[in-house]
């Protein structure tokens, strides 16, 4: 049986990369510290003998015992109220944990696939972004934190696979959605259905008129699945260009939800991206990929998973454990 190690497998992300390995066979070793993540994610798959479960700091020195075919890095804090509460934190698993995981990779002759992110393009000045443009990021900025986190992921990612012919792969994914989203991580989909289902106004901000592109999980998972098993090593963005300004967005989850809420304004945070779509051209060439589920059919889904939340759940702002142990 081939075996494939995930961090962050407790997230949103990874807990359906973990479905998605289980059902095609392979043994699964989930690692994740839990600081973003929640178990009730993956304990569906506690009963497994194929699958098992670390938790761990992926910054710290990484031992897994056995052979391992495959590494898939998605350990980080991913939505910006995360980094920028551990900001720290966030830099070091991008550095210092993907240094650990190459370093794993190396000895156990595995291919390792690193999930990097559309935020390495900054506030794009080239539109759609395609993976020849190099970004335009503010390094000093609060949102520094992640992107500068994540293009060093690269770069290292890329000095392993020249210097020591490791097998890398670097997926760039665009903003995914879909079923186990944290309501309260602040990302605009669970941001605007939590206030949806709470009976509050949609918040939006800015003007609303900057985009946004949304793909839904199981298509972002597909198209993770087929770059890991690709011979490419160069960076691949994985998203759905289907693009919306967020103003509309906001308007068509009022329909869904079946809501009379209105839209309130607030200023724009610093340095958020007005235009966000991926050029998936070398998904499709190379992959054969592209998004199959469009918007009106994913909100309902995920909306649908939001709907069978507590009022309890529905009612939290914040659980985690942002203390100062966790920001060195
Ligand atoms: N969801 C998206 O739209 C999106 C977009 C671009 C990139 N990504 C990337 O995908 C990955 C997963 O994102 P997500 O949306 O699932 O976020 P998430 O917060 O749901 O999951 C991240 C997981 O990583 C774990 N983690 C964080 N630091 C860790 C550490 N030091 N050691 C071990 N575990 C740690 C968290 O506990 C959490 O379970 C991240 O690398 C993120 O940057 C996600």
Not at 32 to 51: A, C, R, S, V, Y
Not at 60 to 66: D, L, N
Not at 186 to 198: E, K, S, T, W
Not at 241 to 264: H, S, W
Request: with cysteine; charged share 25%; net charge negative.
């Amino acid at each position: 049986m081939k075996k494939v190690l995930i961090t962050g497998a407790a997230g949103f992300l990874g807990s359906h990369l973990c479905d998605r390995f289980i059902k095609e066979g392979y043994g699964v070793i989930a690692m994740d510290n839990l600081i973003t993540g929640d178990l009730k994610n993956i304990e569906h798959l506690f009963k497994l003998e194929q699958f098992e479960f670390y938790n761990h700091d992926v910054t710290k020195f990484i031992h897994i015992p056995g052979e391992l075919d495959y590494i898939l890095h998605f350990a980080s804090p991913a939505s910006p109220i995360d980094y920028l509460k551990i900001p720290i934190q966030t830099l070091k698993v991008g550095a210092l944990g993907t240094h650990n995981l190459l370093g794993l990779a190396k000895e156990k002759g595995a291919r390792i696939l690193i999930a990097s992110t559309s935020e390495i393009y900054g506030d794009p000045l080239v539109h759609p972004q395609t993976e020849d443009y190099y970004g335009n990021v503010n390094t000093i900025g609060p949102r520094g934190v992640y992107d500068e986190a994540k293009r060093f992921q690269e770069s290292m990612t890329m000095a392993y696979h020249r210097f020591h012919g490791l097998e890398t792969r670097i997926v760039r994914i665009f903003n995914t959605y879909g079923p186990r989203m944290r309501l309260n991580d602040g990302r605009v989909i669970p941001a605007f259905m939590g206030q949806a289902l709470r009976g509050e106004d949609l918040t939006v901000f800015g003007d609303g008129l900057q985009t946004r592109s949304f793909c839904y999980v199981d298509d972002e998972v597909e198209g993770i699945y087929r770059l890991l098993l690709s011979d490419y090593s160069y960076p691949v963005n994985i998203g759905n260009p289907n693009e919306i300004t967020i103003k509309d967005f906001a308007e068509e989850i009022i329909k869904l939800t079946g809501t009379d809420q209105k839209i309130i304004y607030k200023p724009l945070p610093q340095d958020d991206p007005l235009q966000r779509q991926p050029d998936i051209s070398k998904a499709k060439e190379l992959l054969g990929w592209e998004p199959l589920i469009g918007r009106e059919e994913g909100m309902k889904r995920t909306f649908d998973y939001f709907k069978t939340l507590s009022t309890e759940e529905l009612q939290k702002t914040e659980h985690r454990d942002f203390s100062e142990r966790n920001n060195r």
